[in-house]
């Protein structure tokens, strides 16, 4: 069974340039997560989508920041505007079944705004 | 707010020796606990959880961790560290009442980079 998987694993961009993160979950997968650590601090709940909707999005940092997912399969978060404190490792995770308390992550995305 | 706080950004222990990770919690309702670990060039995985049931929780690879409600702690042990320990491990809190008992909101801790020394 494929595990969760994100790309690009590490993307470079200039500040004001856009970048798409991508995540694909584990087959069947219906919650879908995404995390982001700033470097030194700790990693934070960006959004939860059940399915195609949003269940939850109240750590989305701005509006420069679109998660979405698209037939309720693979996910997408689009910065547009990168800025410089967008810099840090994006997680991807995906769950079936929540009474059981395990997340499976991706390696995750790392993006570098310069 | 929840808030995890973990003692020691680095550990280094020796092999075959005690690892102890501390993980300090605040919560104003009894949280599900967890620890995760992160391996070189992986994504996190789950160790062990507590959600509410036996107080000594059993992980993979050795580990465990005790929830203790009146120190606020769920300090993660192994009592012989080995080389393929070397890793960075989370402790992370959800709230049990939060989305009818969705565990996926998690409020994770800085993290614990554990080094195995020969």
């Known amino acids: 069974e494929a595990g969760v998987t994100q790309f690009p694993s590490h993307s470079v961009i200039e500040k004001g340039q856009t970048v798409t993160l991508r995540c694909d979950p584990i087959s069947g997968h219906d919650n879908l997560y995404w995390y982001r650590r700033v470097m030194g601090k700790e990693i934070k709940f960006l959004l939860h989508f059940v399915k195609e909707s949003k269940q939850d999005e109240s750590g989305m940092p701005n509006n420069r920041f679109l998660a979405e997912r698209t037939g309720g399969t693979y996910s997408t978060l689009k910065v547009q505007p990168a800025e410089l404190e967008d810099s840090g490792v994006y997680f991807c995770?995906?769950?079936?079944?929540?009474?059981?308390?395990?997340?499976?992550f991706g390696e995750g995305s790392r993006l570098t705004v310069l | 707010a929840q808030s995890v706080t973990q003692l020691g950004s680095h550990v280094s222990v020796s092999e075959g020796a005690l690892v102890l990770l501390r993980c300090n919690y605040s919560?104003?309702?009894?949280?599900?606990l967890f620890w995760y670990v992160q391996y070189p060039n992986q994504g996190l995985q789950l160790l062990l959880k507590y959600t509410s049931a036996a107080t000594l929780v059993k992980g993979i690879n050795g580990f465990e961790a005790e929830f203790k409600k009146s120190e606020t702690s769920f300090h993660l042990t192994k009592p012989s560290a080995h080389m393929s320990d070397a890793a960075e491990y989370f402790c992370?809190?959800?709230?049990?009442?939060?989305?009818?008992?969705?565990?996926?909101?998690?409020?994770f801790g800085k993290g614990t980079k554990l080094s195995v020394k020969p």
């Open positions: 995770a995906s769950s079936q079944d929540l009474t059981t308390g395990e997340l499976f």
């Open positions: 992370a809190v959800s709230d049990p009442l939060k989305y009818g008992g969705s565990q996926g909101n998690l409020i």
């Open positions: 919560s104003s309702v009894p949280p599900y």
